[in-house]
RNA sequence: GCUUGCGUGGUGUAGUGGCCCAUCAUUUCGGGUUUUCAUCCCGGCGACCCGGGUUCGAAUCCCGGCGCGAGCACCA
C-alpha cells in the first residue's frame, strides 16, 4: 500500500491550467496617486509569478477616469520606481490605457457593428429601472446604422454631452445577477486627460478597457480581489461576443490592517494638502514610499504577503506580523547603537577604561565602536537612582562609584553614551507622532542606515535625526 | 432586496475521504544563549462555525442553518 508523505506546501500555489505556458500577469493600478500597502499585494503575487515562472509582468496604468479620480502625473514616475523596488526587478510592459485609446475605439466599433453593443441614451436612473426590472430599455434594438450614428454623436463635441449617453454591452436583462444586465462600456467624459488633454471624448470604463486590453497583451492569469468576480463575470460574456477565451483568474480575499485604519487614495491626497501630514511619504501613512522611508524591506513586504497566500477569505492581520518578517531581514546587517532618552549625566569616579571599543554586532564583522569618557557619561532618566552594570562598560553605585570592570552580579545592564550628540527619534504609531529627545552616540553611518538602538529597537538614521522602524 | 464568495488555534496559513487526537508561521507564556527589554535556540498553551446526511471512514463530499465580506456606478 502506498503512503502519501504529509508534505506541507511553501510559498505560492500553482498556476491553473499553465500547460507549457510562460504566463502573462498584470498589475494595473489607477495612477491616481502613488502606490500604498494596499497596492502591494497585487504587485507582489504577480510579480512572483512572474519572477518564479519565467513569464512576463505587465504593469498597466488603468488612467481612464478624468473626472471621479483623475490621474496624477508624477505617479507615472513614482509607480514604475516603486514597482521595481518591491518586485525586485522592473516590469517586462508597461502600458498606459491612455494612450492605447485608438485600440478601445476600435473594439467598441465592432460591437456596434456586430449588434452586441448599443448606445443607449437612458439616464442612469431610468435604465437603473430596467436593470432592476428586467426589462429591456428602448434603446436596445436600434439598428446597427442608427447605433453608429449615435456613436459618432458621442464622438461629437456638438452633439452628445456627458451624461447622454453611453456604449452599453448587449447582455441579457433577465440573468440572474443584475450586475451583468447590459453593462456599461463607455462614456463621455470633457475633463482633460493630463496626458493626453482632450484628444478623445468617450473614454471606456474598466471592464471593457481591461477586457480589451487583457485580450491585446496576451495575459493568461488575472490575479485579483474578490471584489473584482462580477468583473470577470462581466468581461467574460464581453469575451464570449468577441469569440476569445477568458483568461484564468485567481481572487484574494480583503485584507485589513488594524493599525492603518481606512485610509483611500483620494483621502490621504486632501489630507496632505491640508497639511494634517507632511506628504507621501509621512510615517503614518500607509503608502509604499512611507514604509519604505521606515525601513521596511521589500523583501520583507513580499515574504509576508506570500505568506498570506491567496485565500478568498476575508483577513484582519497585524502590523507585528510584517514587523517579524523585517526583523529578520534588517537585524544581521544593523548595527548597534546607544540612544538615551531624557539623558540623565551620571559622573564616573574610580578607575575604569576611560576609552575603548565595543562590539558594534555580536554575530558579524562589523567595525567597532569607539567610547572615550571625560568625566562622566548619560544614561536614561529611569535608569538612574540604582545600581547599574554599564553595558560593556563597568559596574557602578548609584552615584557613579566604580565597583567593578567585570560583571560583579545580577544588577540590571543598562546602555550608556559618553559624549554623543543631542538627537530626536521619531514614532509614528497609527495616526499619533510622538517625538522622542536624546543623546545619540557618536557614530559614522551614512543617513538611510538602519541600526539597532539598544534596549529600544530598530531606527533609521535620517537627515535630521532618527526614525523608528519597530521594536 | 437580488447576485456572488468565504467560514481550521488569539492572528494568519497547510490540508481536495483514511497519513490529521490536524502543518507551519506569528502572538503570548516558560526556559536557554547573550554584558540590550533585541537577535538566536528550546519548550508550553491554543483550532476544523452549527445541525443533519453520504461513507467502513469527513476538516475534506451533499443539504440546511448561522455568521462575515463583496458586487448591483456614466470609479478603478
Known amino acids: 500500500m502506498e503512503r502519501k508523505v504529509q508534505t506541507r506546501r511553501e510559498g505560492l500555489p500553482e498556476l491553473p491550467n499553465l500547460d507549457d505556458r510562460k504566463p502573462v500577469l498584470r498589475f494595473a493600478p489607477n495612477p491616481n496617486g502613488p502606490l500604498s500597502f494596499g497596492h502591494s499585494r497585487g504587485l507582489v503575487i504577480n510579480g512572483e509569478y512572474a519572477k518564479n515562472l519565467d513569464g512576463e509582468l505587465i504593469l498597466r496604468f488603468d488612467d481612464t477616469d478624468t473626472t471621479v479620480k483623475p490621474p496624477m502625473l508624477e505617479a507615472y514616475d513614482s509607480i514604475p520606481k516603486q514597482q521595481e523596488w518591491l518586485c525586485g526587478f522592473a516590469a517586462h510592459r508597461i502600458v498606459i490605457a491612455s494612450e492605447r485609446m485608438e485600440h478601445y475605439h476600435e473594439y467598441a466599433y465592432k460591437m456596434l457593428d456586430g449588434q452586441f453593443g448599443y448606445v443607449c441614451t437612458c439616464s442612469a436612473e431610468d435604465f437603473k429601472v430596467h436593470r432592476v426590472g428586467m426589462t429591456e430599455c428602448p434603446c436596445r434594438d436600434n439598428s446597427r446604422d442608427l447605433n453608429l450614428e449615435r456613436w459618432a454623436k458621442m464622438n461629437d463635441p456638438n452633439e452628445y454631452q456627458p451624461g447622454d449617453a453611453v456604449l452599453r454591452v448587449k447582455t441579457d436583462m433577465t440573468l440572474k445577477n443584475p450586475a451583468l444586465r447590459d453593462w456599461p462600456a463607455a ?90 501630514f507632511d506628504g507621501w511619504d509621512d510615517p503614518r501613512l500607509p503608502t509604499l514610499s512611507a514604509l519604505s522611508r521606515r525601513g521596511i524591506q521589500a523583501s520583507a513586504l513580499r515574504s509576508f504577503w506570500i505568506e498570506l497566500g491567496l485565500t478568498q477569505k476575508d483577513i484582519a492581520v497585524p502590523l507585528s506580523t ?37 562590539q558594534s554586532h555580536s554575530d558579524t564583522e562589523m567595525l567597532p565602536r569607539q567610547y572615550s569618557i571625560d ?32 560583571r560583579s552580579d545580577k544588577r540590571s545592564v543598562v546602555h550608556w553614551v559618553a559624549g554623543g550628540i543631542p538627537s530626536k527619534l521619531t514614532i509614528a504609531s497609527g495616526q499619533e507622532i510622538d517625538i522622542v529627545e536624546g543623546i545619540l552616540e557618536n557614530n559614522s553611518h551614512p543617513v538611510g542606515t538602519i541600526v539597532q538602538l539598544e534596549r529600544i529597537g530598530y531606527a533609521i538614521i535620517e537627515d535630521d535625526g532618527l526614525l523608528m522602524v519597530h521594536d
Open 375 to 406: 568625566e562622566g557619561v548619560w544614561i536614561e532618566q529611569e535608569d538612574s537612582g540604582k545600581p547599574l552594570r554599564l553595558k560593556d562598560l563597568c559596574d557602578i553605585d548609584e552615584n557613579g562609584n566604580v565597583e567593578s570592570i567585570d
Open 187 to 276: 462614456r463621455i467624459q470633457t475633463n482633460p486627460h493630463p496626458r493626453v488633454g482632450d484628444r478623445w471624448r468617450v473614454w471606456p470604463l474598466l471592464d471593457f478597457q481591461s477586457a480589451v486590453e487583457d485580450y491585446l497583451q496576451g495575459v493568461t492569469h488575472i490575479i485579483r480581489g474578490k471584489d473584482l468576480m462580477d468583473s470577470t463575470r462581466k468581461q467574460t460574456l464581453l469575451y464570449s461576443h468577441f469569440g476569445w477565451k477568458y483568461p484564468e483568474t485567481i481572487y484574494w480575499g480583503r485584507v485589513k490592517v488594524h493599525e492603518f485604519g481606512a485610509f483611500s487614495t483620494s483621502q490621504m491626497k486632501k489630507d496632505i494638502t491640508a497639511g494634517l
Open 322 to 358: 510584517l514587523y517579524s518578517h523585517n526583523t529578520k531581514q534588517i537585524d544581521p546587517r544593523a548595527p548597534r547603537l546607544a540612544f538615551v532618552r531624557n539623558a540623565c549625566p551620571i559622573i564616573l569616579t574610580g578607575d575604569l577604561p576611560r576609552s575603548g571599543t565595543i
